[in-house]
């Protein structure tokens, strides 16, 4: 029997739409197989009368009234060959689809011949040019264990092509940096810009920016080369995760990837994080300053001043700000004035740095903080809390303090409900299950008139 008419026989069998149903739980169990082989059944629980009837004529009497109609798979491949219509199911597919299944040892080895595919034709590309540091981590990469190797294979997902140009930009942009730190010490200023690399190697300003997976290819080549041993770019890829804008910042993460960078003489944007502080005994200066996260880290000068007030949003940094400067002629800074500060939200890198500055070594320097009364509020409170524990003091943070606004809040969503649910808060076990109960969240701008006093009081007012 020619293949031909082989296949016009399968096609004239299970051409009627009874079978479409059938045809597509057998399509996918040869998928999830390994070589096409399936065993098993498949059941519909549904099937109409045209359905069973369907199977019944071509299997014999399988189906029961009232109950699910189940096609055996091995026995309808068995009765495929016995009645001429295809060898196997694998043929039988090809034939009706014009195609073959994709299944999945074949998917398997067509991914790894593209994964190959792509460190050819980059070694094809680079040569001999590689490092041997950096030929190592390429070599790990390609084995699939090197840090970096789950990122390059999200990008070969979207494209084989993609791949080779993101491992090949890499692979440029670490042997720049190779170069670079080689010839170092004849440059005054030996920190590079994140950006002017990327545009450089890229012609994107912003091509190896963290949340670009060719950005964090290039870290984790970077971690590789620069970095301080050990399984620390792995761990990072579990998480992949980076100080990108709603992270917390003060992961240890985050401040391995910025020493990372720091370590390969790169500089990630340092201008853009910011955060506003008001110090009167710095300088004498009765106005906010806005200090970038460079300022900060380049400033070597001890803080000189007293406990530290931070609060979470800009409005109630003004209010605060205004309730002092109204009075300052009543006033004097000295080294134990207090100062406040803005995280501004998610505390940005420039005010993690402050902050750690200010309370390092604290003493007897007290931190007091107040956020919003709402998830987010108190996730960034309890991770300072965490991070500064022997000065943090709660400000306006707790059961008494909600119980005072609850009314004039805002409900709480059904995804806020969950988490609170699962959260602790260490300076006051009683208080997410209190927002709970009242099924709100208030935000701190409620609380800014107890605030002004207690910050007035620090300044020795009434």
């Not at 190896?208 to 990072?236: I, N, P, Q, S, T």
């Not at 709480?412 to 988490?419: H, S």
Request: glycine share 10%; charged share 25%.
């Amino acid at each position: 029997m020619s293949q031909n008419w082989q296949t016009e026989r399968a096609r004239l069998v299970f051409g009627d739409a009874a079978w479409r149903r059938w045809l597509d739980g057998l399509r996918r169990a040869c998928e999830d197989s390994h070589a096409g082989s399936p065993r098993g059944k498949v059941e519909l629980s549904d099937a109409t009368q045209d359905e069973r009837d369907a199977l019944d004529g071509f299997m014999g009497k399988l189906t029961k009234p009232h109950e699910p109609a189940i096609l055996p798979i091995r026995p309808f491949e068995r009765l495929l060959r016995e009645y001429g219509l295809a060898p196997s199911l694998l043929e039988l597919f090809e034939a009706l689809d014009g195609k073959p299944i994709l299944t999945r040892g074949l998917m398997r080895e067509q991914y790894a011949a593209g994964w190959n595919g792509i460190f050819r034709r980059v070694r094809r590309e680079v040569g001999a040019q590689m490092s041997p540091e950096a030929e190592s981590w390429f070599d790990a990469l390609h084995r699939r264990e090197g840090a970096g190797a789950r990122t390059l294979q999200r990008i070969y997902g979207e494209g084989e092509d993609l791949a080779v140009r993101a491992l090949l930009q890499v692979l440029q942009a670490l042997s720049f940096v190779e170069a670079r730190k080689r010839s170092a010490a004849e440059r005054i200023d030996p920190i590079l810009p994140l950006p002017l690399l990327a545009a450089r190697i890229t012609g994107n300003a912003h091509g190896f920016d963290w949340k670009e997976a060719a950005g964090r290819l290039l870290w984790y080549g970077l971690e590789h080369l620069f970095g301080e041993g050990g399984d620390g770019g792995v761990a990072m890829e579990d998480a992949e995760t980076g100080p990108s804008e709603g992270e917390s910042v003060f992961s240890i993460r985050s401040a391995y990837i910025r020493s990372v960078y720091r370590m390969s003489g790169l500089a990630d944007d340092d201008l853009s994080s910011q955060v506003l502080l008001f110090a009167p005994s710095w300088g004498g200066v009765w106005e906010e300053r806005v200090l970038t996260l460079r300022q900060v880290e380049k400033s070597s000068v001890e803080p000189n001043w007293g406990d530290v007030y931070a609060v979470e949003n800009p409005s109630v940094f003004a209010y605060l700000l205004a309730a002092v400067q109204e009075r300052k002629e009543e006033l004097s800074a000295g080294p134990a004035s207090p100062i406040l500060v803005c995280v501004s939200g998610q505390p940005s890198l420039a005010a993690v740095g402050l902050l750690d500055k200010c309370l390092r070594n604290a003493g007897k320097r007290r931190f007091y903080y107040a956020g919003d009364l709402d998830v987010k509020g108190l996730e960034i409170a309890e991770t300072l809390a965490r991070t500064y524990r022997e000065s943090f003091v709660p400000w306006c943070m707790g059961t008494a303090d909600f119980a005072e606004i609850a009314h004039r809040g805002m409900e709480l969503t059904k995804e806020e409900k969950i988490r609170l649910a699962g959260m602790t808060c260490s300076w006051d076990g009683r208080l997410p299950a209190l927002m709970l109960e009242w099924g709100r969240k208030a935000h701190q701008e409620l609380l800014v008139e107890i605030m002004a006093q207690t910050w007035l009081k620090a300044w020795g007012l009434e």
